[in-house]
Structure formats: C-alpha cells, structure tokens
C-alpha cells in the first residue's frame, strides 16, 4: 500500500501541470468583461480620451492587454475610476478585477493589503518640482523650505525619512488630496511640492501656463516601482495579469509590434517568437488561456515599447525619457522572463 502510494505521488509530480481557472478569470468570462480600477485623471497613465467615455494612457492600455488576451478583445474593459483612497479597499471589495493606478510596489501593500504585486511597468521615484526662478536646482537647496505633500500614499512617509537622514529640516504643509497641495503649490505657498516625478511631470505639463517655468529637480529621494496589482489570494489570475505584461516586453525586444505581429507570426523563425506567438506549443495553455493569448494583446495595444512611447515618452505630451524603463540591453531595468 505505501508503495503503491509513493508510485502515485511520483507520477503526479512528472505530470504536466495545466493552469485551472480561478474565481477572478471565472468571473471575467461570465460578464464578458474586464473591470479595470484607473486614476480619475492622470495624464499619460489614465485620462478621458478625445471620444466621449474614453479613457487612455499606460495603464488604460495594460487592462486593454489584458481583456485581449482573456476575451480576444482589448475593447472587453469597463473603466472605475477612483479616488487614491479608495483604491485598495475598493480592490479588496472586488470591485473590480485590476488595479491599475500608477501604484507603488512596496513590502506592506503585497504581504498586509489583500493586494498582490504583478510585474512592475513603470519605474519612478518620488523627487521636487520647483519654479525656475528659484534658482534651486538640488534638493540642498531646499533646507529648511516648506514642502507640499498629500497625506495619502507614501510621499509624505519618504519626504520625512528623507528628511530626517538627511538632516534637511523640511517644513511639511499636508494635504488631503493631490489637486489641493497643487494649488498651494501654484500659490507660492511653499518652496517645492513633492511627489513622484510622473506625477510632478503631469503638473508642469497640465496645472502650469508655462511648463518652462517650473523644474524637476535630477534626484531622486524613493524607489517607486508601479504596476498593476491584483487581489491576493488568486493565483491563477495574478499569472495572467504577470505574463501578459511580460509578453509585451518580451515582444518589443524581439521588435515585434501591432504593425507587423501578423507577419512574425506567420514568418519568425525565432523558437520564443513562435512560442509567444501560438504558433509552436501552447503557452496558453499554462495560464488558462488559449494559445493566441498574446497575439491577440498586441494587435491590441502594440508591444511596451509602443505602449510607453505614445503616453508618456517620445509621441506624447509628456515627452518623458525611458530611462530605468529601457529594455536591458539598452541600459535599462525592464527584462522579461523567458516564454518557454
């Protein structure tokens, strides 16, 4: 009897394990949708599109690649939209299915939120904003300055560690809501407004008649790795949402793009290619999808490169560097795990 029984849990370990579906991919499938937690409004990341009811951006763009390849269709999403303190109760409520709302991966909102971290798709840090005319053009200068900083998030956390290491004296003049230490800010209330440097980006860009007249200054006080997080506890789900977004790198460092995904399907001699692509195995298959999972996420959104470019780099009114957000081999942070 224990040797029959040994004999059993050895074939089932060199058994190929196929994902099953979890309660959230369940869930997507039966209302033929995808609910997708975004920012109320945040430029390049999450605002209102020229169409009335449309929404675009980084992160709109990553739920679009996701309901691609879980629903065959990028247009299969339903946007929420939130305010910064609701968003992870709203998360652990399941009012929606992704959280996509330029949030920082940190070690107590993936072990004690409910939330759990995927890959990351944005890597920011929180720095200074400060007018051109100040002359300031090093966090030095700032001693003993009053700084604007919201009271919800972590900005206000790491700008009084920073503060303290540092011995930088920073008077702090909270605020509730980001639109409220903006305006201060814009007041000339205080001598600088503290935030991650997309977020102070958007403010030079949307809040300011002068873009030029404002400068974000070069350091960087905090590591702030954004990405789309889902609630923990689902697996099965959190791989879907993790691999999507890899395969979007692993695609714009094989240059396959939404131009040309039909060709390097049908042509790429490539072993990864024709994996990632359905067109050798079934990686689908390994996270419960079917096998054009990733074709069908580029062809609706393009790869990340194309995703970064047209909402917050080169193509867009941002016109942010990639930076940390290059490809590895071209001197940046983002790497994709191999398909195989």
């Given at each position: 009897m224990h040797l029959r029984r040994c004999l059993a849990l050895a074939v089932l370990a060199l058994a190929p394990w196929a994902a099953q579906a979890g309660p959230t991919l369940e869930a997507v499938r039966a209302r033929d949708a995808l609910l997708c937690g975004i920012s109320p409004g945040m430029l390049g990341f999450s605002h209102p599109g020229?169409?009335?009811g449309s929404w675009e951006?980084?992160?709109v763009d990553i739920c679009r690649?996701?309901?691609a390849a879980v629903l065959g269709s990028g247009?299969?999403?339903k946007f929420v939209h939130l305010q910064v303190d609701e968003r992870l109760p709203a998360l652990?409520?399941?009012r929606f299915d992704i959280l996509a709302f330029a949030a920082s991966y940190t070690m107590s909102r993936d072990t004690s939120m409910g939330a759990q971290a995927t890959v990351v798709t944005y890597y920011d840090g929180q720095g200074f904003l400060v007018p051109t005319a100040s002359k300031v053009r090093s966090t030095r200068q700032l001693r003993g300055k009053p700084i604007c900083v919201t009271t919800t998030g972590s900005s206000e956390q790491t700008l009084q560690e920073y503060s303290g290491a540092q011995k930088m004296g920073f008077k702090l003049l909270r605020f509730a809501r980001f639109k409220e230490a903006t305006e201060a800010y814009l007041a000339r209330r205080c001598a600088a407004i503290s935030a991650d440097a997309t977020s102070l980006a958007v403010i030079r860009r949307t809040q300011?008649?002068?873009?030029a007249d404002h400068v974000i200054l070069p350091e960087l006080i905090s590591k702030e790795p954004l990405g789309p997080l889902v609630r923990r506890g689902d697996d099965e789900w959190?791989?879907?949402?993790s691999w999507v977004v890899q395969g979007l790198i692993a695609a714009e460092e094989h240059g396959i793009t939404r131009a040309n995904v039909a060709q390097q399907a049908a042509s790429n001699p490539n072993a990864e290619v024709q994996r990632m692509l359905g067109r050798s195995g079934d990686t689908g298959k390994m996270i419960g999808l079917e096998r054009d999972w990733l074709l069908n996420a580029l062809r609706a959104t393009g790869n990340y490169g194309e995703i970064f470019a047209r909402?917050?780099?080169a193509d867009s009114p941002l016109g942010l560097p990639r930076g940390l957000n290059a490809l590895w081999n071209h001197g940046g942070l983002q790497y994709a795990l191999p398909i195989r």
């Open positions: 020229a169409a009335p951006g980084m992160d690649a996701v309901a247009d299969k999403v652990r409520e399941g300011t008649p002068l873009p959190a791989l879907i949402v909402n917050v780099g």
